[in-house]
């Protein structure tokens, strides 16, 4: 039988090698995008899933409740609490600290930067990773040890036997030595330290010294903690609450504590690291965070294709099941049952699909390594998954390719088939399927590409909307290292002087900051006293010049005005400070307008500030997340140095990298010991639209998948109607219709299915899309715009698709073509 | 004279093989005839048949239609002359499937841009004219080879053309269809329709008018019938 099979498939290649190869082609397209799609899709889904013990994991969250300010999750805890939570709850196991931060290794006077982890000797424990050298109870045992990933040490010694070799490393703007002590072994599946390269112990400078490890006020770094049982995690998350209030609570006057009911504004959340990918993605401040929608539309977009190409299959091959009738009449005459001939034809259709399958794991073997490199995803063919997922492809893509012809082709009468003139089409109900076949393809191809549409528009929408200030002619350094008063001066005057620098500025915050602060400040409106937490940013004197904000009322800050200047904090609680706000602070305080802001007094704890001046908000942070509502204040370098300030740079005349070369070198002569990394705004705040700039590319790989499945489709049909329809357009053309009017009917009948998946898919993909949209905080409307490109192209496409075919059939001469039967 | 063929030829070349299947045709035929055509398999009858009704062209000679010569004209206008003059019936019928009785019918007046209550009522009046009305709303399949060809006799004449075609109309058909068919031809020529009609019976073709008997490609015989 299976010689039979075979033989069948191979005779029907060679006489129909448009009809095969369409088949084959669409479906082999659908099954390797389906296979791509899924690997992406899985590997989304196994994020920390190979973690040892991942289940007694958790990560310890912050969630503020503070006024002004809608209610948030961040992804970090104050440091604090460690040691607490530690002696509280026997159900933990372990934990340990972790801060992401960015190490850089000096050799020779050149700085190299490395993806790094700050954490503690307990890190292995609580994370049991495995070491390719070094034991994990001693890797970060000592101060100066240091642990690297596999890639990180054939980076510096071009091999993974390193241990015991030292890397000299800037910190906090000091060169100190390491000794590497571990080498972490390469994991395949994707968790919370793959991109990790550096691991090195926190210093004890930065344990006593530091706000994050003093404060409960902080959420900057990351507690883990590991449990005993996985069944004690909500036990003790229910008890967090209490222990907030036996720990966090103090006098107003420590700086340290929450106040007497600290549980009102600050809450502490266990956040499983199984279900941290999806989760994340509505924290603050969690890089790894995946919107579980997107990643089930690629998953759907992958199971939609090979549904199209399904589709296209189970077309053409109904289409041409009447092709069929005589060969199968003529069996059945020579003794064949209908049994006999439903097994011949579904194993005819299996076999398609196994070739098919074939092709298409070559094809998804090509397009790995592409969506790997669009998704920026360690994205690899995985034989285990491929190994299970294919053969069940192949045989329902066969069945459901297989099923209804062999049903139709077996049921045929022999004599009514061979006594026929015409070949049997399968009649109104198979061409009605077919419509409906390639409605729903088109209609899903469509939606895609609306959906395609939308999505590019808003990540070029995202990276071209105005901040607030300008970008272009902007440079921002990395943040100075520690509080030297004469060296910020020198650091300003040095880049200042650069040729093709306008000016240059301080500032605490810049675009993608590391660290915030923010504060409470009141004020006491006639209609009652009204309290907003604001983010807190200090400038220095042609700040406003280097990013060029919007003044919307009032002033800037001028030096000539003693009171802008920011009162040494040991003066703070008796001195006004002058502030400008930005326009989110001032409608958060209930001001109509921005000018009614100006003059007015705002106060924090003891301190008074005067609104001098009110700009358009900044957008420093993700287009997806709302502006802050911010206070600015104003130092001179008169008196007392910036904490960490930022520098920015604002030039012209100069092409950026030669501006970003003297820059850095003009940095180096101030701060030789620590690098600076100047780079354009752009750069920095290229992590918040990756993400969706990277989806958008598997969106338009996709949309181009489907449509091309569609029109894969809709030529073979065409082709097979060309070639039905022959005799009907000799009599056309015999009672006097011309080439144009056949065109048209002809173009009306194939474009019919196609104007009606117009209309399904626009209200699909207006609802999908709204959706979408609606989690950006500064996003695009939908306009029709996007739905008529997306029509007029699945057209223009269609019309290409199908137009050889009609002009061919158009063109028959009508004498022939009434011979043809 | 109606119809003037001159010299009338029609080569068929394949990449080896050259056939004719015209060979000098010199033919005259007036309005109002009723001429039947006869002759073997493969004489050239339909392809005379097919030239006459442009849908097929001559490779040589002339054909001129009511004083208007017809092979210099393009395929646009062609299709103009055949909407306006021509009525056609086959022996396999050519109904279009998907299309109702009604529908086949009308389809002749819509490529003439008729407005459609004008249409209406010529179809209406053409189905009673063949006795197929009470069949309007069937499909060709669900009719007998009798009704499907009164059917498309009904289509040849909705027009209301100078000229009906008629390539083995009884072909397909048994006894008492047949004879049917050839009562509505001659009631028609009766009426002033010029006829042609392609035929292998001798009693159908006694019915005619004149008879043009063929032979190889070329016209060896026309007479006229006594009747």
Same mark, same amino acid.
């Given at each position: ?12 290649m ?63 805890? $104050? ?9 509280? +709850? ?6 340990? #600290? ?50 690297l ?25 000091v060169?100190?030595?390491? $000794?590497?002590? @571990?080498?972490?072994?390469?994991? $395949? ?34 507690i883990?903690?590991?449990?005993? *049982?996985?069944?004690?995690?909500? %036990? ?37 690291? @199984? ?44 289409a *041409?099941?009447? &092709? ?6 003529? #069996? ?12 011949? +034809? ?52 066969g ?19 061979? %006594? ?17 076949l390639?409605?729903?393809?088109f ?17 070029? +929408? ?31 005057? %040095? &880049? ?15 675009p993608r ?36 904000? *919007? ?11 003693g ?11 008796t ?10 602070a ?21 301190? $008074? ?9 900044? #957008? ?51 701060l ?12 920095r ?29 809709l ?8 070639? *039905? ?8 053309k ?6 144009r ?14 104007? &009606? ?35 007029? @192209?699945?057209?223009?496409i ?8 009609t002009?061919?059939? %158009? ?6 073509? &009434?011979?043809?039967? | ?28 035929i007036?309005a ?11 004489? !050239? ?20 239609? !009511? ?62 004219h063949? !006795?197929?009305?009470?069949?309007a ?37 048994d ?29 159908h ?11 190889? !490609? ?10």
């Amino acid at each position: 039988m299976f010689a039979t099979i075979l033989k069948s498939v191979l005779r029907q290649m060679r006489r129909h090698p448009l009809y095969v190869g369409l088949n084959m082609f669409g479906l082999a397209l659908g099954v390797g995008v389906f296979l791509t799609l899924t690997l992406l899709v899985r590997y989304e889904y196994s994020f920390n899933a190979a973690l040892p013990d991942v289940d007694r994991l958790v990560r310890v969250d912050t969630h503020w409740t503070m006024p002004g300010t809608p209610p948030g999750e961040v992804a970090g805890s $104050t440091f604090r609490a460690l040691p607490f939570l530690r002696e509280d +709850f026997p159900e933990i196991e372990a934990g340990t #600290r972790f801060e992401n931060t960015e190490l850089q290794t000096e050799q020779d006077g050149v700085f190299s930067s490395f993806v790094s982890g700050l954490t503690d000797p307990a890190f292995f424990s609580v994370f049991g990773l495995k070491l390719l050298h070094g034991a994990p109870d001693q890797a970060l045992a000592q101060p100066d040890g240091l642990v690297l990933s596999d890639h990180a040490a054939i980076r510096l010694f071009g091999t993974t036997e390193v241990m015991g070799r030292t890397v000299r490393l800037n910190r906090n703007g000091v060169t100190v030595t390491h $000794t590497v002590t @571990g080498v972490l072994a390469r994991r $395949t599946t994707p968790d919370l330290f793959s991109g990790i390269e550096m691991m090195a112990p926190f210093s004890s400078e930065d344990m006593t010294t530091r706000f994050c490890f003093l404060s409960w006020g902080s959420d900057c770094g990351r507690i883990y903690l590991k449990f005993r *049982r996985a069944g004690d995690i909500d %036990a003790v998350s229910a008890r967090l609450r209490d222990f907030v209030m036996r720990h966090a609570a103090g006098a107003d006057s420590d700086s340290h504590a929450l106040g007497t009911h600290p549980e009102k504004i600050f809450g502490l959340l266990l956040a499983k690291l @199984g279900e941290a990918r999806f989760r994340d993605f509505h924290v603050l401040y969690a890089e790894d965070g995946v919107d579980r929608t997107v990643i089930n539309s690629i998953g759907l977009m992958g199971l939609l294709a090979l549904a199209l190409a399904c589709a296209n299959a189970v077309n053409l091959a109904t289409a *041409r099941a009447g &092709l069929r009738a005589r060969e199968v009449a003529i #069996r059945k005459t020579l003794g064949a049952s209908r049994r006999t001939l439903l097994v011949q +034809f579904m194993g005819e259709a299996v076999l398609v699909a196994f070739i098919a399958g074939v092709l298409g794991l070559a094809l998804c073997e090509l397009l790995v390594p592409e969506v790997a490199s669009l998704t920026g995803e360690a994205l690899v063919v995985r034989y285990g998954l491929v190994g299970v997922v294919l053969p069940l492809i192949i045989l329902v893509c066969g069945f459901a390719c297989g099923i209804y012809p062999s049903l139709i082709l077996s049921g045929y009468r022999p004599a009514a088939v061979l %006594a026929a003139a015409r070949m049997p089409s399968g009649g109104r109900g198979a061409a009605r399927l077919r419509d409906a076949l390639v409605t729903g393809q088109f209609g899903i191809a469509i939606t895609i590409v609306i959906c395609m549409l939308v999505i590019n528009h808003q990540t070029v +929408f995202m990276r071209t909307a105005d901040p607030g200030y300008v970008r272009s002619g902007l440079l921002i350094g990395s943040a100075m290292p520690g509080h030297d008063l004469a060296a910020q001066r020198k650091m300003l005057d %040095a &880049l200042r002087a650069v040729p093709g620098v306008i000016t240059a500025g301080f500032g605490e915050l810049a675009p993608r900051p590391d660290t915030k602060n923010l504060g409470t400040y009141s004020y006491d409106r006639p209609a009652g006293p009204v309290s907003v937490y604001l983010l807190q940013d200090v400038v220095s004197v042609s700040y406003f010049e280097v990013y060029r904000p *919007r003044l919307l009322a009032g002033r800037w800050f001028d030096a000539a005005h003693g009171q802008d200047d920011l009162p040494p904090r040991d003066e703070a609680p008796t001195r006004k400070a002058n502030v400008v706000l930005n326009a989110g602070a001032v409608s958060r305080f209930g001001f109509a307008a921005p000018d009614q802001a100006i003059g007015k007094i705002i106060k924090s704890g003891g301190m $008074t500030a005067r609104i001098i001046g009110v700009i358009d908000d900044m #957008r420093f942070e993700s287009p997806r997340q709302a502006i802050y509502p911010e206070i600015i204040f104003f130092n001179t370098l008169a008196n007392q140095p910036f904490n960490d300030p930022i520098p920015a740079v604002r030039f012209q005349g100069i092409v950026e990298a030669d501006m970003v070369r003297r820059l850095n070198r003009a940095w180096a002569g101030i701060l030789p010991d620590a690098s600076s990394d100047f780079s354009a705004v752009d750069a920095r705040m290229s992590a918040y639209y990756s993400g969706d700039e990277r989806r958008g590319r598997i969106f338009t790989l996709g949309a181009a998948a489907a449509l091309l499945i569609a029109c894969l489709g809709l030529y073979g049909l065409a082709a097979f109607a060309a070639a *039905r329809r022959v005799h009907e357009i000799g009599i056309r053309k015999t009672l006097g219709a011309t080439g144009r009017q056949i065109v048209a009917l002809l173009l009306g009948d194939f474009l019919r299915p196609v104007a &009606l998946s117009c209309v399904l898919a626009c209200p699909v993909a207006w609802v999908v899309m709204r959706r979408w949209l609606a989690g950006f905080d500064e996003r695009i409307t939908l306009t029709p715009a996007h739905f008529l490109i997306a029509v007029a @192209g699945a057209f223009a496409i269609a019309i290409l698709t199908v137009l050889g075919q009609t002009f061919h059939l %158009a063109r028959a001469e009508p004498a022939r073509a &009434l011979r043809a039967e | 004279m109606l119809i003037s063929l001159s010299h009338i030829q029609r080569l068929y070349r394949s990449d080896e093989v050259e056939t004719t299947a015209l060979l000098d045709i010199e033919l005259g035929i007036e309005a109002g005839e009723f001429v039947a055509i006869m002759g073997p398999s493969g004489c !050239g009858k339909s392809t005379l048949l097919n030239i006459l009704g442009t849908i097929d062209r001559p490779t040589g000679g002339s054909y001129s239609f !009511g004083g208007q010569e017809l092979t210099e004209l393009g395929e646009a206008a062609l299709a103009a002359f055949r909407r306006e003059n021509l009525g056609y019936v086959f022996q396999s019928f050519n109904l279009i499937d998907e299309l109702t009785i009604e529908e086949n019918i009308e389809l002749a007046l819509i490529y003439r841009r008729m407005p459609k209550a004008e249409r209406r009522r010529r179809v209406a009046h053409a189905m009673d004219h063949v !006795g197929i009305a009470h069949r309007a709303r069937h499909y060709p399949s669900q009719l007998s080879g009798g009704q499907q060809q009164r059917a498309a006799i009904a289509r040849a004449i909705v027009g209301e053309p100078r000229l009906i075609l008629a390539d083995e109309p009884t072909g397909n058909l048994d006894t008492e269809n047949g004879a049917q068919v050839m009562d509505i031809l001659q009631r028609l020529n009766d009426e002033g329709a010029t006829i042609v009609m392609v035929t292998h019976s001798p009693s159908h073709a006694d019915l005619a008018k004149r008879r043009v008997d063929m032979l190889d !490609g070329q016209v060896v015989i026309s007479v006229r019938n006594a009747i």
